[in-house]
């Protein structure tokens, strides 16, 4: 589900390595085995493990670019005309060592719920749900409505998200255009966030409205004790002009 960050847990051992790379900017291989106090064969398996990860690259140095001494000033001997390699943190490496976005998220959605104006703060709400299809609209496809609610689930479950699509007639649910569809999900994507008000559960709704291209409504909510979040997604028709408020009251 990820499209820039590293992934969340690495092992103990590897974390040191990053740290180091991080710090460093590129070791070499002895360099890493005398910083970490390890032999050279466990530093190799360590970056094995990174690089398969996507977090380690490796770069060959010509004699041209070999230093004359490690980071220290330490003179080093290497024979001439054999590759040596740095090991470097990549993009997705560096990007590994900064994720609060969970904290950052709360803080946010705390400032807007204390806008007590409704009308503003519905706009902001309609404005993030915009925002977050905004995020995804590359990767929905589909003519249809229930097409793309298929598609759209189909991105949630790449996030680790449990859900499903069914339809409310006996028609096919991924053509049909006379039935509703039905997007069950099983997993909260945020689930502290909607545990403080239904705000988030507005901006959800108009996500998928968005990407879907329908009306949608929050028909069952975890909130209200159901076992799980029923959106039902009508087939045609205009989206009505009250699209934009939270089809339950905060």
Sequence with gaps: MDRTTAPAEHRTSDAAVIELLRVHNSLGIGELARLLGVTATA?????????????????????????????TGTPTTRLRG?????????????????????????????????????AVRQGLISRIGSAMAGLYRDEVSGDTPPQRLESMAQVLRDRQISCDVSSSSSADEATSEDGLSVLTS??????????????????ERLMLQDLVGSTVHLSECRLDGAACCRFTVGNGGALSATAATCNKPD
């Design 186 to 203: 099983y997993t909260c994507p945020y689930p502290e966030l909607a545990e403080q008000d239904r705000g988030i559960c507005a901006a």
């Design 82 to 118: 054999r590759p040596s390699h740095v090991y470097s943190l990549t993009e997705k490496g560096r990007r590994s060592g900064g994720d609060n976005f969970r904290d950052l998220a709360l803080v946010l959605w705390n400032e807007i719920r204390r806008v007590r104006e409704p």
């Design 43 to 71: 530093v190799r398996q360590r970056l094995e493990r990174l690089m398969r990860a996507g977090v380690v690259g490796r770069t060959t140095l010509s004699d041209a670019q070999k230093p004359a001494g490690d980071h």
